[in-house]
């Protein structure tokens, strides 16, 4: 069964400091994950996702994610923290099949300090 | 830029009370999702659709009801509203293209409060 597994539901940095949210996946199948950021009272937006074209993904904001098969993890990084980053990040597996599906982790709330 | 709508966004009602939850897409997505989401929680699927006229039960139960009668619009109904419903509800979309690689685009949400 395929299922995703995010360590620590709240992440807090400085401003400048490096982000590392951590993500890590099973999955009977090539996965292909993505990366959700939800800022307070909306929906969730797209970061980045891992189709297996590359292994390292840049997305938006200065976000990026290295897909790690021999630890089964994704995790997204982001060299220098912005005020703006602040929000619930969240890691997702997509389903085999046609349906496409996904299965999302618990979420990680990022803060970050001035 | 995802064009996908949700109304209300947020909503108390009384328990017993009909709703629905409506929720439209400009994208001519063939794929409309819906998922419930609690605080500290994964989102969980209970319903999707691959096109007007299907339906189907997504992972978690859930006592609502879905229909697609129109590509751009797949509202949810509850028919009694109960406390157990208070939750943010969010609506997503897709194209129709090879299943794993679609992303979802996600409307803001509608956050209800039965009382």
């Known amino acids: 069964a395929q299922s995703v597994t995010q360590l620590g539901s709240h992440v807090s940095v400085s401003e400048g400091a490096l982000v590392l949210l951590r993500c890590n996946y099973s999955?009977?199948?090539?996965?292909?994950l993505f990366w959700y950021v939800q800022y307070p009272n909306q929906g969730l937006q797209l970061l980045l996702k891992y189709t297996s074209a590359a292994t390292l993904v840049k997305g938006i904001n200065g976000f990026e994610a290295e897909f790690k098969k021999s630890e089964t993890s994704f995790h997204l990084t982001k060299p220098s923290a912005h005020m703006r980053d602040a929000a619930e990040y969240f890691c997702?597996?997509?389903?085999?099949?046609?349906?496409?599906?996904?299965?999302f982790g618990k979420g990680t709330k990022l803060s970050v300090k001035p | 830029e995802a064009d996908i709508y949700q109304t209300p966004r947020y909503l108390v009602i009384g328990t017993g009370k009909k709703i629905t939850l409506e929720c439209s897409q400009t994208?001519?997505?063939?794929?409309m999702y819906w998922y419930q989401q609690d605080p500290g929680m994964e989102l969980h699927l209970i319903h999707y659709?691959?096109?007007?006229?299907?339906?189907e039960k997504g992972d978690l139960s859930s006592e609502s009801t879905v229909s697609r009668i129109r590509t751009e619009h797949f509202p949810l109904t509850l028919e009694s509203a109960r406390p157990s419903h208070t939750s943010q509800y969010l609506c997503?979309?897709?194209?129709?293209?090879?299943?794993?690689?679609?992303?979802?685009?996600f409307g803001p949400g509608t956050r209800l409060l039965v009382l």
């Open positions: 659709s691959y096109g007007v006229n299907s339906t």
């Open positions: 997503a979309s897709s194209g129709s293209g090879t299943g794993r690689l679609e992303t979802q685009y």
């Open positions: 997702a597996v997509n389903l085999g099949g046609s349906q496409g599906n996904l299965i």
């Open positions: 994208m001519g997505h063939d794929k």
């Open positions: 999955s009977s199948v090539p996965p292909y």
